[in-house]
């Protein structure tokens, strides 16, 4: 069950502020709204250094997304954060070349 999850939020929460701070910028008031309750479902898993991206939803093995897709690309002050939404659902975050994050207590 999802409830079981951490809150990004609580995990990391100077992430969230600054994704819902960058969407509200780019005039996206409803995903700026749900990043607050995204849950982390799991991380990226390419053990890339430079990646910390995470998945906030289940996501289809080796499938693309499918219908409903799209990309949506903020401009943070460093590195790259991009969000895979499905149907206005934030199904991960990538978070690529940005110092590490730090994890709330």
Do not use: K
Not at 5 to 30: K, N, Q, S, T, Y
């Amino acid at each position: 069950m999802d409830d079981d999850r951490p809150l990004l939020r609580v995990v990391f929460p100077d992430l969230v502020r600054e994704l819902i701070a960058l969407l509200e910028a780019e005039g996206e008031r409803e995903l700026a709204i749900s990043a607050w309750d995204l849950r982390i479902v799991g991380e990226c898993g390419c053990r890339d250094d430079f990646c910390q991206s995470v998945r906030t939803a289940e996501h289809p093995d080796g499938q693309p997304y499918g219908e409903g897709y799209r990309c949506v690309a903020l401009l943070p002050g460093t590195g790259m954060l991009n969000l895979d939404v499905v149907h206005g659902r934030i199904m991960y975050v990538e978070i690529i070349g940005r110092p590490p994050m730090t994890r709330a207590l």
